[in-house]
């Protein structure tokens, strides 16, 4: 899969503080593409400069092979974290305006809004001003004038904040439409419950260095320990720990189940599956028997920390 986008050594300075440490990214054509890292990481002076913001201090950004410049603005959309709608202009107005601005005509602009606005239902707000909304509808907004002049490349920062679940499983789904449409999108956020139901690669960057980047499976590869959640209902326990511990590092946990059982985690080492399992079913009734993949909030902490 070829990159849309190119981070090539990018350093980012603000006087005696580094922002960003020679970072460099790769972000795939169709992807979702989460950047992930602490507060104050360099996430947000990152996707500053992708939008030309500001500008890096060395090193450089490909879009499409082509070095980022004004021309580019017109295949970005950026949602940011910190909303940049006028409180006092009317919906439609401010909305057509943006979407100008994006190079859309006043017709197509119109054309494009009305979509979004039977789309989201939110046709009775045209007339109404940003200040009458509640911060979940002026969300809305906000994403309907980041995609309407439907970019290549989309930069989500904290999508979420400010809707209910309800909501934002709206947008979740209009996000996935987009990528299945052809859009890439770059998701900033602290939520890594979205991460894990969303983004097919991620970054994740911390004290300005990049730390982890590849496809989330690859990554989270990279983190497994061969660790095993066992349930299992046995009349001799005694017996069952003592001929596990003979092989495996084992230790009580829990987790959700319907069943009154004995809980274990256990970590295999060099051994399959199966020599466990054998040794299970030799014990008792085996009822959970899954490997425990790390989340990406697993990875993180332990990367961060």
């Not at 119109?110 to 909304?133: A, D, V």
């Not at 904040?161 to 890439?184: C, H, M, W, Y």
């Not at 080492?269 to 199966?274: F, K, L, R």
Request: glycine share 6%; hydrophobic share 40%.
């Amino acid at each position: 899969m070829n990159p849309i986008l190119e981070v090539q050594n990018v350093v980012k300075r603000y006087a005696d503080k580094t922002a960003l440490n020679q970072v460099s990214l790769s972000i795939p054509q169709g992807s979702i593409y989460g950047l992930l890292g602490p507060n104050g990481a360099g996430k947000t002076s990152l996707i500053r400069i992708i939008n030309q913001i500001t500008l890096p201090d060395e090193g450089r950004i490909l879009l499409d092979g082509e070095p980022l410049g004004p021309q580019h603005i017109k295949h970005i959309g950026y949602m940011p974290e910190e909303r940049g709608l006028y409180k006092t202009m009317k919906v439609g107005e401010q909305a057509l305006y943006l979407a100008q601005l994006k190079g859309l005509s006043k017709v197509e602009a119109k054309r494009q809004l009305e979509y979004w606005f039977e789309k989201l239902e939110i046709q009775g707000w045209w007339n109404k001003k940003i200040q009458e909304l509640s911060k979940g509808m002026a969300q809305k907004i906000q994403f309907v004038v980041t995609v309407l002049h439907q970019p290549k490349l989309l930069i989500f920062d904290e999508p979420f904040s400010g809707f209910d679940p309800v909501n934002a499983n709206i947008i979740k789904d209009e996000i996935l439409e987009l990528q299945r449409k052809g859009s890439t999108i770059i998701f900033s956020t602290h939520r890594m419950e979205s991460v894990e139901e969303m983004c097919d690669h991620i970054a994740l960057i911390h004290q300005s260095n990049k730390l982890i980047e590849g496809k989330l499976v690859d990554v989270k590869k990279q983190f497994r320990t061969n660790t095993y959640q066992v349930g299992i209902i046995c009349n001799q326990i005694e017996k069952l720990m003592y001929d596990l511990t003979q092989k495996f590092e084992v230790a009580h946990t829990s987790f959700k189940s319907l069943n009154n059982e004995l809980q274990l985690e256990v970590e295999l080492g060099n051994s399959v599956p199966n020599e466990l399992l054998q040794i299970l079913v030799l014990n008792g009734q085996v009822t959970h028997f899954v490997e425990k993949i790390p989340t990406v909030n697993d990875i993180f902490i332990q990367t961060v920390s």
